[in-house]
């Protein structure tokens, strides 16, 4: 399975467990994401692991970040619009 990875500064650590995991079980990643914990704009790379996803580029997506809702909300309007 292909999946889509996106998360902000507070996620990176998690995410890159995360990754660690899906790739040692046969998935490929592909992170559209920060890759440190600098402050940056979580829409970014919503945006684009979204896209990924209903493109068909990837099967599904995984969001990471400090809040959790703010991707959710970022992800439906992204899929609608």
């Not at 979204?50 to 068909?56: E, F, L, R």
């Given at each position: 399975m292909k999946i889509a990875m996106a998360n902000d500064y507070a996620g990176t650590k998690l995410k890159q467990e995360i990754n660690a995991y899906l790739e040692s079980e046969g998935h490929e990643?592909?992170?559209f994401s920060t890759y440190d914990e600098e402050s940056c704009n979580l829409s970014d790379?919503?945006?684009?692991?979204?896209?990924?996803?209903?493109?068909?580029?990837?099967d599904c997506s995984i969001f990471v970040d400090g809040v959790g809702y703010d991707s959710a909300m970022i992800a439906i309007d992204t899929s609608h619009g």
């Open positions: 990643v592909k992170d790379f919503v945006y684009l692991a979204t896209k990924a996803m209903s493109t068909g580029e990837c």
